[in-house]
């Protein structure tokens, strides 16, 4: 090679350098992405070569890229992606069910969904406060007992005036249903345990034989339902059963009923009236509900 060939070669490997450096210096600090360097090194290593070919691939990709795709909300800046991130948590923890939030969340963030759940009505959910009450966090303990208390105090308040007005007339059909109805709410709230729980049973035992004296027209399936199970839990079961199949006498055309009488013929042992009712069930013109299909089919695969 002569003198001349010389200088050409030094003079594109220098080139080849400055466009190796400046593509890495000026793409490394655009993207920030660690390819880029990769890139640099294969240029200055294969000078002439390794600047063609990423220049041909820069060239296809201007021609035939998509141009829907907005390459900016694909970038792998730390910043946006830490950006996101946040957002994306904040997000889930407003729509993660609290039980899993209890279960599995940081300490902060159990007490951050317990008072975003204390802000709105929480009559219907006492049986997720109830078990915030036992979480391992104090403080999420205390958010929980707290509401559990001021809850059950309002409550208190409700039935204190509904006693009164039901103590002055025992016959009243709407005083009635409305101290019963309020106690039925208590009940199904599953915000009650142990001593607590059975106090209202027997307050709505009482008040449903109340009702059956005066206006037995008035009892409803959601009624007949918690009377049952009310008796069963507080040992009366044969009671219980009683009431069961005076449920399916009088609303015969209820799936509320025929779940009554299985319950309480389940509990009992009767296999073969349980099966009786079962099958009637299955055989009758009685609308289904989801659940009712369920344990349906639950049974009828056994």
């Known amino acids: 090679m002569d003198y001349n060939s010389e200088i050409v070669v030094f003079w594109i490997v220098i080139i080849n350098a400055v466009i190796a450096v400046l593509y890495m210096a000026v793409m490394g600090i655009k993207t920030k992405l660690p390819y880029v360097f990769q890139r640099g090194f294969i240029m200055l290593?294969?000078?002439?070569?390794?600047?063609?070919?990423?220049?041909?691939?820069?060239?296809?990709?201007?021609?035939?890229?998509?141009?829907?795709?907005?390459?900016e909300n694909l970038s792998m800046d730390k910043s946006r992606k830490e950006f996101l991130e946040t957002v994306d948590r904040e997000q889930e923890m407003e729509v993660l069910p609290l039980e899993e939030v209890l279960t599995v969340a940081v300490a902060k963030d159990r007490r951050r969904a317990m008072l975003n759940m204390l802000k709105m009505d929480i009559s219907e959910k006492l049986s997720l406060v109830r078990k915030a009450v036992e979480n391992e966090d104090s403080e999420t303990s205390h958010y929980a007992a707290a509401a559990l208390t001021d809850v059950f105090n309002k409550f208190t308040v409700q039935l204190n005036e509904l006693q009164v007005k039901y103590d002055e007339d025992r016959s009243n059909q709407q005083t009635n249903v409305e101290f019963l109805d309020a106690v039925l709410r208590i009940l199904n709230s599953g915000g009650l345990i142990g001593v607590e729980e059975t106090k209202y049973d027997y307050m709505f035992i009482n008040l449903m034989d109340n009702l059956e004296k005066f206006h037995q027209e008035a009892i409803t399936e959601s009624h007949y339902a918690m009377m049952v199970r009310a008796l069963q839990k507080v040992g009366k079961v044969k009671e219980a059963e009683q009431w069961a199949d005076l449920s399916l006498i009088r609303q015969p055309f209820s799936e509320q009923s025929y779940l009554n009488v299985m319950y309480i013929k389940y509990i009992l042992g009767k296999d073969e009236e349980f099966d009786e009712a079962l099958r009637k069930l299955t055989k009758s013109s009685v609308s289904l509900s989801q659940k009712g299909l369920d344990i349906v089919r639950f049974w009828l695969a056994k």
């Open 45 to 71: 290593l294969c000078p002439v070569t390794g600047v063609f070919c990423y220049f041909f691939s820069y060239l296809l990709g201007l021609l035939f890229r998509n141009k829907d795709v907005d390459y």
